[in-house]
């Protein structure tokens, strides 16, 4: 049986207070976090939902953000691995990185050309 493992959840309890920050702008870096704290021991990806535009870690086969255990609320859902997109569709692996992970305004670019 595929359950939500204690020590991610336990990991994940951490940042209680902090799920506005995670939710509102950086998804990205939680689900960065995540897989740089389990991927010694787990199968990790980072997923990307693009309708709510959220980043998610997928773990042993169960989805994880901020909020816990959210395999119900993506499963079906439509979904990009990061790491494939980027060998697959580059130019919007370079935007979502530019937005989601940087922080860079495009305006800012077109402004400094």
């Known amino acids: 049986m595929n359950v939500p493992d ?3 959840l336990g990991f994940i309890a951490c940042f209680k207070g902090s799920e506005r920050t995670f939710l509102h702008g950086c998804c990205y870096w939680f689900a960065h976090i ?3 704290r389990f991927c010694a021991e787990y199968s990790v990806d980072i997923k ?6 959220h ?8 989805f994880y953000d901020i909020r816990g255990d959210v395999t119900e609320l993506y499963r079906g ?10 060998l697959n ?3 919007y692996f370079q ?3 530019r937005d989601c992970r940087d922080f860079i305004d495009p305006r800012d670019i077109l402004q400094a050309k």
């Open 89 to 91: 569709d580059n130019k």
């Open 34 to 36: 995540l897989w740089e």
């Open 77 to 86: 859902k439509p979904m990009y691995d990061l790491y494939e997109l980027n």
């Open 6 to 8: 204690k020590t991610i």
């Open 95 to 97: 935007r979502l990185m």
């Open 48 to 53: 990307y939902e693009p309708v709510q535009g």
């Open 55 to 62: 980043f998610i870690t997928k773990i042993n086969n169960r």
